[in-house]
T-cell receptor
Framework: GNSVTQMEGPVTLSEEAFLTINCTYTATGYPSLFWYVQYPGEGLQLLLK?????DKGSNKGFEATYRKETTSFHLEKGSVQVSDSAVYFCALRQGAQKLVFGQGTRLTINP | DAMVIQNPRYQVTQFGKPVTLSCSQT?????MYWYQQKSSQAPKLLFH???????NEADTPDNFQSRRPNTSFCFLDIRSPGLGDTAMYLC???????????FGPGTRLLVL
């Protein structure tokens, strides 16, 4: 079945550091891919998405490129801020209606 | 403007005492979901509605039930909560044929 594997956390960085959170997937066909962010005590917010190979999703300085050849959708940001501290979930859309989530990566940014 | 609203945000209940969680949406989306998210884990889909059609996940315990009286509202009923049901419960909506699910802020349930 379809699955998503994320980089093991937690990840701790200093402010203004470069961020990469790895995400790889296993799926039949060409699923849509998503990154969701969850701030402490809150629900999930869509951060960015890509619907086909080579698409780049971007939002709030975060980027991720849909790489079919490596089945990856790594999340990157050039300069992180303390306010980026959260849990990040990679996900794919399976069939018409369901999301399959990775296990989540907790990110902490220190000032 | 809130689009997916969950009430209450925090709920404490006793072991075995039924509890109902509420979700409402202003988006008029035809698909609504309930997820369970335990501490430091990914959300786990419990069930979803496509309009009035109910779709239960195979591993969702019978203790969890749902109702969707109209497009805007969906309820999660836990008939006899156990300590292991302590979790965040997330509601989400989805406009069929598009790409994105929209999540509510969640209800944090504590079973004592």
């Amino acid at each position: 079945g379809n699955s998503v594997t994320q980089m093991e956390g937690p990840v701790t960085l200093s402010e203004e550091a470069f961020l990469t959170i790895n995400c790889t997937y296993t799926a039949t066909g060409y699923p849509s891919l998503f990154w969701y962010v969850q701030y402490p005590g809150e629900g999930l917010q869509l951060l960015l998405k890509a619907t086909k190979a080579d698409d780049k999703g971007s939002n709030k300085g975060f980027e991720a490129t849909y790489r079919k050849e490596t089945t990856s959708f790594h999340l990157e940001k050039g300069s992180v801020q303390v306010s980026d501290s959260a849990v990040y979930f990679c996900a794919l859309r399976q069939g018409a209606q369901k999301l399959v989530f990775g296990q989540g990566t907790r990110l902490t940014i220190n000032p | 403007d809130a689009m997916v609203i969950q009430n209450p945000r925090y709920q404490v209940t006793q072991f075995g005492k039924p509890v109902t969680l509420s979700c409402s949406q202003t988006l008029n989306h035809n698909v609504m979901y309930w997820y369970q998210q335990k501490s430091s884990q990914a959300p786990k889909l419990l069930f979803h509605y496509y309009d009035k059609d109910f779709n239960n996940e195979a591993d969702t315990p019978d203790n969890f039930q749902s109702r969707r009286p109209n497009t805007s509202f969906c309820f999660l009923d836990i008939r006899s909560p156990g300590l292991g049901d302590t979790a965040m419960y997330l509601c989400a909506t989805y406009p069929f044929g598009q790409e994105t699910q929209y999540f509510g802020p969640g209800t944090r349930l504590l079973v004592l």
